[in-house]
Nanobody, 122 residues
């Protein structure tokens, strides 16, 4: 049973920084990629950042490029999101999504965490 847990959210002023963490556990052989999504009230969930596990290639939403950094520790099945120069429009629940690989069968599935609230005050 794969379990994904995010942490690190909170309240911060405009221009401040936060670092989110996400740990995946539960007999994971390896991961294919890890993602951060966010969902603001009344809006659809959007992809914020992605990192691939094999090559550590990263990709970002235009709205966070140059401000957010995604990085990971594959030995710990952990992904981080360093968020700098935060804006009120970054306020949302941030979710981690982890793509898990099975040793025998390949792609196993994508698993979500419960989310962590980030609030940026103006």
């Amino acid at each position: 049973q794969v379990h994904v847990v995010e942490s690190g959210g909170g309240l911060v002023q405009t221009g401040g920084s936060l670092r989110l963490s996400c740990v995946a556990s539960g007999g994971i052989f390896s991961t294919n990629a890890m993602h951060w999504y966010r969902q603001a009230p009344g809006k659809q969930r959007e992809l914020v950042a992605t990192i691939t596990s094999s090559s550590s290639n990263t990709n970002y939403a235009d709205s966070v490029k140059g401000r957010f950094i995604i990085f990971s520790d594959n030995t710990k099945n952990t992904v981080y999101l360093q968020m700098n120069s935060l804006k009120p429009e970054d306020t949302a629940v941030y979710y981690c999504n982890v793509e898990v690989m099975d040793k025998r069968w390949g792609y196993q599935g994508a698993y979500w965490g419960q989310g962590t609230q980030v609030t940026v005050s103006s």
